[in-house]
């Protein structure tokens, strides 16, 4: 999980590492992580939308707010592949948004996450402030939904990041913080290698 410099967090304008977690606090999150990806796998099965759907639905309700899942972002744009949301009209509303444009909402997160390959906090953030990365698609959503904290994660293999999960809350939840990211982090790992064989067959079958 560490590296010598820890995880990049970007949030109200300043860079910072989160802090290394205990090892209690990574015990804990490894045994949720366990069970958040047992309970998905165990419900969807090893196909990959599948598996994006319950595993996003799942996260959206373990922080009460919204998750989306995206494949490659270096693909042309393409529908996520899961978005979930705890209240019904805001899921509604992203799904009309990614209808219109599949790259609208924290796209350049994702982007970021995937180039470094790690993952992203943002425990302090506002609507207009990611109205600036994102295209006009997405800011009526922002504007009737108020998103007050952010975290991007990469599912990446050995040789690629093969998707990406974005967690946020909305006002007036507490923000997001270093055990989720860790929690995220965990998760992420923990569903790389069925999204990596997943590629592997499609890449067969397309031969």
């Known amino acids: 999980m560490g590296t010598p410099r820890g995880l990049p967090l970007l949030g109200g304008g300043q860079d ?47 922080i009460g707010g919204g998750c989306i899942i995206r494949g490659p972002v270096e693909r042309a744009p393409s529908l996520p592949l899961a978005c979930a949301h705890t209240i019904a009209s805001s899921l509604e509303a992203l799904r009309q948004t990614f209808e ?29 402030v990611l109205q600036l990365w994102t295209q006009p698609a997405a800011r009526p959503y922002l504007d009737q939904y108020q998103v007050c904290s952010m975290l991007v994660a990469p599912i990446r293999s050995a040789q690629q990041v093969l998707a990406t999960i974005v967690l946020w809350r909305e006002h007036p939840c507490r923000p997001l913080g ?14 790389a290698p069925a999204l990596s064989i997943s590629k592997h067959r499609q890449r067969r079958q397309a031969c």
Do not use: K, M, W
């Open 100 to 128: 219109t444009s599949p790259h609208a909402l924290a796209f350049a997160c994702s982007a970021q996450a995937a180039h470094t390959r790690r993952p992203i906090l943002l425990p302090l953030v506002s609507s207009e």
């Open 16 to 62: 910072r590492g989160l802090a290394y977690p205990s090892p209690v606090a990574s015990r804990s999150c490894r045994r949720q992580a366990l069970h958040e990806t047992s309970r998905a796998f165990l419900e969807a099965g090893p196909h990959p939308q599948q598996l994006a759907a319950v595993l996003a639905t799942r996260l959206a309700d373990l």
């Open 178 to 191: 270093d055990s989720h990211a860790l929690l995220l982090a965990e998760v992420a790992n923990r569903i």
